[in-house]
């Protein structure tokens, strides 16, 4: 990992005050540190980004009124992809650029993460809770990466396992969208049924903006699909439910990842998701509404923001409480070496997420259980915790 410096030569002042040069590291001064995030607030995805940023202001917000962090303030500086890669570039650009960031937070997508790592690793900027499961958001050189939860295909692979177990699922069938993040699904879904015995018998592909579903679905019906994953965009995942049943196919059982695990999802009006499954790398917030973290958050995000709280707002808010601790632990003398130093000792239990949270030299994801959950009347149940 490099540092990013800059280093001045004093001349004849350093001569004077027996100081030779000073350095500099981007997005840190006395008084601030900027983080930035190339989000979706517009796209397919903006029901994830949205949220997510009110959460992490909300957590940067808490700690500004307390001083900030070793006397600095935090500000969070956030461009909108609407899940496009061009837009993602002009963001990644100008953050890095002109607003300097010191680290990236939240940044969504994985095809977008993956084309900024090209501008991000050769400066040693962290990247920071990416919103996306993929694999390769831990890809060399991963000293500067951090992610918060499992991959989407070790929880396909748990998602698949369970139902297969549960159902006696024979046939394993995917429909995504064919980018880095639909990809790495279905390859998941494959490579499950395989190991399994199971017959992955057919997949379709769907671009972002699809919304008819009828000819995918009746072609997925005739292969006999037992279990159905789904790499879809969030309104395109209700639609394939939806629609299914329309068409009077309900023996199936769709599956989501962390990408489509959305309180709004569930709650669909007219019961058009009861029964879908997702494995995500957390506890939905609203099953823990009763409990006293989550119950405070939802209200205090609520009176913000004049709407509920979703998961994904409580992932935004988590995502900036770690980047919190980790500042403090990097301590006043802040560089990008003592922030990874400081994300890598971290070991504490977040009651928000109702997740252990560890990181170190050799492990840089920060919760690795998988949940698996269904829609039972407009709400996730846990079905299963591993």
């Known amino acids: 990992m490099k540092k990013l410096t800059s280093i001045a030569v004093a001349g004849a002042f350093a001569l004077a005050s027996g100081t030779t040069a000073w350095a500099e590291t981007q997005g840190v001064s006395d008084s601030e540190v900027v983080f930035g995030s190339v989000n979706d ?14 959460g992490a ?55 977008m993460n993956i084309a900024g790592f090209k501008l991000l690793d050769p400066k040693g900027i962290p990247n920071v809770g990416p919103l996306t499961a993929a694999r390769q958001m ?55 049924a395989r190991e399994l015995g199971l017959s992955f018998a057919a997949e379709t592909t769907h671009k972002p903006d699809e919304l008819d579903f009828v000819g995918s679905l009746t072609k997925l019906k005739a292969a006999g699909c037992d279990v159905v994953t789904m790499a879809l965009g969030v309104r395109q995942g209700i639609t394939v439910v939806g629609t299914a049943k329309k068409i009077g196919w309900t023996d199936v059982k769709f599956l989501n990842t962390s990408a489509g695990f959305l309180d709004v999802v569930a709650a669909v009006p007219g ?33 913000k923001f004049g709407h509920p709280a979703s998961g994904f707002a409580m992932l935004g808010y988590s995502a900036a409480d770690t980047v919190v601790r980790a500042l ?49 009347n407009g709400k996730w149940k846990v079905l299963s915790r591993q």
């Open 271 to 303: 019961g058009v998701t009861e029964g879908l499954y997702a494995a995500a790398g957390w506890v939905d917030l609203v099953a823990r509404a009763e409990d006293p973290v989550p119950a405070k958050f939802m209200a205090d995000y609520e009176a």
């Open 41 to 54: 607030l517009s796209g397919i995805f903006a029901a994830v980004g949205v949220p997510a940023v009110n």
């Open 57 to 111: 202001n909300m957590r940067f917000e808490e700690a500004n009124a307390a001083g900030g962090v070793h006397g600095r303030q935090l500000r969070f500086v956030v461009e909108d992809n609407g899940y496009q890669i061009p837009r993602a570039m002009q963001g990644y650009n100008k953050l890095l650029n002109r607003d300097k960031v010191f680290a990236m937070l939240l940044s969504l997508g994985t095809p």
């Open 328 to 376: 403090e632990a990097a301590g006043q003398d802040l560089t990008h070496e003592s922030f990874i130093k400081g994300m890598e000792s971290l070991n504490y239990f977040d009651d928000l997420t109702d997740s252990k949270v560890t990181y170190g030299p050799d492990d840089h994801r920060g919760a690795d259980d998988i949940v698996i959950s269904v829609v039972e």
């Open 138 to 192: 831990l890809q060399d050189p991963v000293e500067n990466k951090f992610i918060g939860f499992s991959s989407y295909y070790d929880q396909v692979h748990a998602g698949v396992t369970y139902l297969a177990g549960e159902f006696g699922a024979k046939e394993v069938c995917s429909m995504y969208i064919p980018s880095d993040f639909g990809k790495e699904i279905q390859e998941g879904t494959a490579e499950t």
